[in-house]
């Protein structure tokens, strides 16, 4: 009824440990899906720029763009083109639940510096978004 499988699977079924597909720390791939929630924040925060600057998301872009970089051990993140259209509520809503996101990776990794961060974009963004 159903069709065998063809090929070798990626997971290992034994006690032993495989060397033919890479692996990565608990701590790597938090790394990794922290910098990615930070890198869309910071997309965000730069569109969020281009419709309403201010000092507060310049510097905020600026911390974020560091702790981008530190994550991904020097990488500099890429920035986002603002198209300088777009509804800032809704903007100001992403930014918040990506900020979200990312407090709660940070606080797994126990990430003081990154939830800190997070926590005050937060803030920063909903007080936004309702005023």
Request: aromatic content about 2%; glycine content about 6%; overall charge negative.
């Amino acid at each position: 009824m159903y069709e065998p499988i063809r090929t070798k699977s990626v997971h290992s079924t034994m006690a032993g440990t495989t060397t033919d597909f890479p692996h990565r720390s608990r701590e790597e791939e938090l790394d990794i899906q922290l910098a990615g929630h930070l890198s869309a924040l910071l997309a965000v925060t730069d569109e969020l720029r281009s419709l309403t600057p201010t000092e507060d998301l310049d510097a905020a872009a600026e911390r974020l763009a560091e702790q981008v970089t530190r994550l991904r051990g020097g990488g500099t993140p890429v920035r986002a083109v603002a198209s300088g259209a777009g509804d800032v509520a809704a903007l100001h809503e992403r930014a918040h639940a990506l900020a979200g996101r990312a407090l709660v990776v940070a606080a797994s990794r126990a990430d003081t510096a990154v939830a800190i961060l997070a926590a005050e974009r937060m803030d920063a963004h909903a007080l936004s978004s309702v005023g």
